[in-house]
């Protein structure tokens, strides 16, 4: 694509490196048929070469952001499956990243849209103000449709309806106290923000898995918030600093004891802290820190690869997994999951269409509850049509949204290898009465 960028324009290093994206895309369009909202809306402007065009015209005009393409921008997913499409390498995510941090500067909101933002990241990367917004949720929950009627609170209805009905268990109970001498690794685990108070569990269950493989763990002090949630609304420094801080608290247990990995069990915090490093590329202070931080970031699934987990007998529970975007488009982590459960004993069941979106996308479902909605149903029919016993996902936001349409119970990944591996029944599945352990047939590396 030709661009005309003056040179005063190009001096920023932002729409320099937005200049050189931009020129990769060839208008090719094969990315439109993998873009889940073009599949939806079949808008030219809802696909990812319709918002190439409205990001260039944009940033090239140096205009402030206009209604019209704040409303497609809005729209994205930032699910990157045109970025897994793409044969230009067109990297759709940062771009994006810089069209919406603009558009932040530069566009104002109408003021329920604004309220509502700020709502959002003032709440979620705070698990306290979390805690305490889900149970005064359970109480509004019942008004959900009368929010649902206006369609500029129809976020609040949105907000309401994905309130999980009751409180997560506490997860400490179960937990081992973290092993004090290194052994086969040692490693931080993000508590990060969100998960933690909708499901501990996930951590939970990592934890156990990890010691019973003579993985040593620490948390370090200072750790939160990965910054995602407030990073796709376009709120940069606040992105940033939430990314300062953790890099701070990683890096000091990095020059401390060492660290071999920091293991991340939500793929979209996995997604961002692997990209610390570019994202803090311009700070002379951190842009080192956090490159090394990125370098040590893993989904924990591919930390489990490294560990040569035994493989099992199975144990006749069929597992529809659903790829998170944040994983697979995000990560390009796609076997390595399968792998695993296939041989903790697991059969695997692939959903069609797994490339598309569940609707989830951070706070998409709030933001965008529609198009949310029907992303979510296509999805559930496709998972339910796997007739699978359990659900598995790598992502609490995914977990989250798939939940709340199918009776499938929807587990994390960890939590069924952690029972195949001796640890105990996931509690969604403590009423299905299948078998709990599964013996070693051989020792393989998975
Ligand atoms: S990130 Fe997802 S929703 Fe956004 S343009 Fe790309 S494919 Fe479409
Ligand atoms: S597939 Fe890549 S090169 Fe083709 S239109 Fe989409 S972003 Fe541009």
Request: charged share 20%; hydrophobic share 40%; with cysteine.
């Amino acid at each position: 694509m030709q661009t005309s960028f003056t040179t005063e324009q190009l001096a920023d290093p932002n729409v320099a490196e937005s200049e050189k994206i931009l020129r990769r895309c060839v208008h090719c369009g094969f990315c439109t048929a993998t873009c889940p909202t073009y599949v939806t809306l079949g808008n030219e402007l809802d696909s990812p070469r319709g918002r190439i065009y409205l990001i260039k015209e944009m940033l090239e005009n140096g205009r402030p952001a206009d209604a019209e393409t704040v409303t497609h921008i809005d729209r994205c997913l930032s699910c990157l499956s045109c970025v897994t499409t793409c044969p230009s390498g067109v990297d759709y995510m940062h771009l994006v990243d810089h069209a919406r941090a603009h558009i932040e500067n530069t566009y104002r909101r109408p003021l329920a849209d604004r309220l509502i933002r700020s709502l959002l990241a003032a709440i979620l990367p705070y698990p306290a103000r979390f805690r305490a917004a889900l149970q005064l949720a359970r109480l509004g929950r019942p008004l959900a449709p009368v929010f649902a009627r206006v369609p500029a609170l129809a976020p609040i209805a949105a907000m309401l309806s994905l309130a999980p009905v009751r409180r997560a268990r506490t997860a400490a109970v179960t937990d081992p106290q973290p092993v004090s001498t290194p052994r086969r690794g040692r490693v931080a685990i993000l508590s990060g923000c969100a998960q933690s108070v909708l499901d501990p569990g996930i951590n939970a269950a990592t934890r156990r898995l990890l010691t019973r493989f003579d993985v040593e763990i620490v948390a370090p002090r200072g750790e939160g918030c990965c910054g995602a949630l407030v990073h796709h609304l376009g709120r940069e420094d606040e992105a940033l600093a939430f990314a300062r801080r953790n890099v701070d608290a990683w890096i000091g247990e990095i020059e401390g004891g060492g660290l071999d990995a920091i293991i991340i069990t939500a793929s979209g915090c996995g997604t961002t802290v692997k990209d610390y490093g570019h994202m803090l590329r311009l700070d002379p202070l951190y842009a080192d820190k956090a490159a090394r931080v990125s370098a040590l970031a893993r989904d924990i699934t591919e930390y489990l690869s490294t560990l040569d987990l035994p493989v099992l007998e199975s144990r006749r529970l069929s597992v529809a997994y659903h790829s998170a975007c944040s994983l697979q488009h995000g990560q390009r982590i796609t076997a390595l999951p399968k792998l695993l459960l296939k041989a903790a004993g697991f059969t695997v069941r692939d959903p069609a269409e797994g490339h598309l979106c569940c609707g989830s996308a951070g706070t998409y479902n709030i933001l965008q509850p529609e198009i949310s909605a029907q992303l979510k149903a296509r999805k559930v029919k496709n998972i339910d049509a796997t007739k699978a016993d359990v659900v598995a996902a790598g992502n609490i936001g995914c977990m989250t949204q798939i939940a709340t349409g199918t009776a499938i119970p929807v587990v994390h990944t960890v939590e069924l290898l952690d029972w195949a591996y001796g640890g105990p029944k996931p509690a969604k599945l403590a009423t299905s009465g299948r078998k709990d352990r599964a013996r070693p047939v051989a020792a393989a590396r998975v």
